[in-house]
């Protein structure tokens, strides 16, 4: 698990510079052809980079992970046949306890921010991955709610990340154009994330406050939230 998620990360830095690339790409100015052409560049390189560290993490790791997920699946089944007919019941309990938790921990932080909405998406994240679980004809509203809220703050992330290396790269005299029009679509796109986590919010979870004045924050999940939970056991 350690090795994938290394290589997990490098694949990730690549999958970084494709985003941003479209991004650019898709964002031009004709006043603003020279600064386009080097924001394009710039992460033209980057990504050559990146893809050369991944190809010489995949070089270092390919043999012994193959052999390992070649018996992934037979060391499950052996695990699975070896155990008392509860441990499939346990799974599902611990599973939907954990979904629990996290749907009631998406009432917090109390106030949703720039600060906090990327480590917000982690929870959301989080939560879908375990309904996803459930085997299921269609997935209820609920979980794809999750799933815009999720790609909704990731491309916000994105685009926060893109301006601060346009940021420090186009550095000509006067006001770049470019650049203002990048920090405008990560505004736009930071308000449109944070609409649809609010209403997330709204829709699902019914505030609770507090007993004490420094205990957590939770929500009481609202009927589809459980339904949505209910189908792990199914």
């Known amino acids: 698990m350690k090795e994938l998620a290394r290589l997990r990360k490098r694949a990730g830095k690549v999958r970084d510079m494709d ?10 100015l004709k006043s603003e052809e020279e600064c386009h052409v080097r924001l394009l560049e710039h992460l033209g390189a980057r990504r ?24 992934a699946a037979s060391r499950i089944t052996k695990l699975l046949r070896g155990k008392s007919p509860s441990t499939a019941a ?3 309990a611990n599973a939907t ?16 921010n720039k600060t906090n ?21 269609s997935r209820p509203r609920f979980v794809e709610d999750l799933g815009q809220v999720k790609d909704a703050i ?45 209403k997330l919010r709204k829709m699902y979870l019914q505030s609770s406050r507090p007993k004490r004045k420094n205990a957590a924050i939770t929500g009481v999940p609202r009927p589809p939230v459980w ?8």
């Open 19 to 28: 985003v941003l690339t479209e991004f650019v790409a898709a964002t031009r």
């Open 48 to 71: 050559q980079k990146e893809v050369g560290r991944l190809h010489a993490e995949v070089k270092q790791l390919r043999s012994g992970l193959r052999k390992e997920l070649d018996q």
């Open 90 to 92: 346990d799974v599902v």
């Open 97 to 112: 306890a954990t979904a629990v938790r996290l749907a009631a921990q998406l009432s917090a932080p109390r106030r949703l």
């Open 117 to 137: 909405l990327h480590p917000y998406r982690l929870k959301v994240k989080e939560l879908q991955n375990i309904l996803l679980m459930a085997e299921a004809p």
């Open 154 to 198: 990731g491309e916000w992330h994105d685009r926060e990340e893109l301006v601060r290396i346009a940021s420090k790269l186009l550095d000509h005299g006067g006001r770049c154009l470019l650049l203002a029009e990048l920090k405008r679509i990560a505004d736009s796109k930071y308000d449109h994330a944070l609409s649809l986590a609010l």
């Open 227 to 234: 339904e949505a939970m209910a189908r792990l056991a199914g």
